[in-house]
C-alpha cells in the first residue's frame, strides 16, 4: 500500500468526527482562516470548550488578557460602563486585546446560552511557534535538496 493511502486511511480510521467538525468551524473564523488544515487540527486539539448560561460572566473589565473567546453558539455581550456591543456566534472575542498584553477593556456577558472555545494565548503562541518553525525547516530542507542537485548535475574531471 502506498504510504500515501495508508496515512489517509489512518488518518480516517482515528480522526475524531468532532475534531473534524471543529476544524471546519474555525477555518470559518476570521483570524484563523488563513492557517492550513494541519494548523487547524492543532489548535482545535488545544481547545477548551465551555457553555455558559444566559446572564453568566466570560471576564470582567481590568483582568488581565490571557485567553481568547470563539463563540461557537449563541452570542455574547460587551459592556463598558452604558456601552454594550453584542458578539454573534462564529466571531472571535478580544483577539486584539491578546496580542497586545492588555486588560480587558470592557466586561463579556453570555446574552444567551452559549458555546465557547476559550484558547489560551500561551498554547496559541507555542502552536504558531512550532508552525513557523516547521516552515522555516521544510524551506531549509529545499534548498538543501537544490544544492544537492546542483552538484550532482555537475561533470565530475
Given at each position: ?7 489517509n486511511?489512518?488518518l ?13 468551524f ?63 456566534a ?29 484558547i ?27 544544492v ?10
Amino acid at each position: 500500500m502506498k504510504k500515501g493511502l495508508l496515512k489517509n486511511f489512518f488518518l480516517k480510521l482515528f480522526f475524531d468526527s468532532s475534531l473534524k467538525e471543529d476544524v471546519n468551524f474555525l477555518k470559518s473564523v476570521d483570524f484563523l482562516s488563513k492557517y492550513d488544515e494541519v494548523c487547524l487540527k492543532q489548535i482545535a486539539g488545544s481547545l477548551y470548550k465551555k457553555n455558559y448560561l444566559k446572564g453568566e460572566i466570560l471576564y470582567s473589565k481590568g483582568e488581565e488578557v490571557n485567553i481568547f473567546f470563539i463563540l461557537k453558539t449563541g452570542s455574547v455581550d460587551l459592556y463598558s460602563e452604558n456601552i454594550i456591543k453584542t458578539v454573534p456566534a462564529g466571531q472571535s472575542i478580544n483577539i486584539d486585546s491578546v496580542s497586545s498584553d492588555k486588560l480587558h477593556c470592557s466586561s463579556a456577558r453570555a446574552a444567551e446560552d452559549s458555546l465557547v472555545y476559550l484558547i489560551y494565548r500561551q498554547e496559541f503562541e507555542d502552536l504558531s511557534a512550532k508552525k513557523n518553525a516547521s516552515f522555516f525547516f521544510c524551506r531549509i530542507k529545499k534548498l538543501f535538496k537544490k544544492v544537492q542537485n546542483v552538484f550532482k548535475k555537475q561533470p565530475r574531471n
